[in-house]
């Protein structure tokens, strides 16, 4: 039976006292994508202490400082791509099978085009694959609606915008 990956992170974020999604919790039936992205989630005691103290790694010298930034603007490309799967995946219309169908469709075709691309296009391809594989095992997950799929994907984009935003240099 599949697990939720992106609620246990959502989980794992909160109750490790780094960043609590807010609102916390999700509804029955879910909240749209929208409830998270126009709220801020509350750093957490932890993330502050981890926050002042990469700051001080951060003055340590200008290349950890660009390790800093490095750092800050991934998260927030990556909170960007969560944000936009949420938004995507609230706006779907489909059964959760027709969604699943997909990305394994989506999945085989990377698959192919992974045996023949070049060698420097197989990363991209790979990463792509993993993206589907994990989107599909969220839909799998017990009792997973594409609504709590999608807000869940939201309070991840929302946590990850707070921990690049701490993250980032001062």
């Known amino acids: 039976m599949a697990t939720d990956p992106i609620g246990d992170i959502v989980s794992s974020l909160s109750s490790a006292d780094l960043v609590t999604p807010n609102p916390a919790t999700i509804n029955s039936p ?6 998270w992205e126009g709220a801020t989630a509350p750093a957490g005691t932890l993330l502050t202490v981890i926050s002042t103290l990469m700051n001080l790694v951060y ?25 936009t799967l949420a938004d995507g995946l609230g706006s779907i219309s489909q059964t959760e099978t027709q969604v699943s169908d997909a990305l394994s469709a989506l999945q085989q ?25 994990q989107l599909q ?3 799998a997950a017990p009792g997973m609606t594409i609504a709590q799929a999608a807000a869940e994907l939201a309070q991840l984009s929302q946590q990850l915008t707070t921990l690049s935003t701490s993250l980032k240099p001062q």
């Open 109 to 133: 075709a990377l698959a192919l085009a992974q045996t023949l691309a070049p060698g420097s296009a197989t990363t991209v391809l790979t990463s792509g694959s993993q993206l589907f594989t």
């Open 137 to 139: 095992n969220l839909l």
């Open 59 to 83: 003055g340590a010298s200008s290349d950890m400082q660009t390790v800093g930034n490095d750092l800050s603007d991934a998260l927030t490309k990556v909170a960007g791509v969560v944000k």
């Open 30 to 35: 879910p909240q749209p994508p929208s409830t």
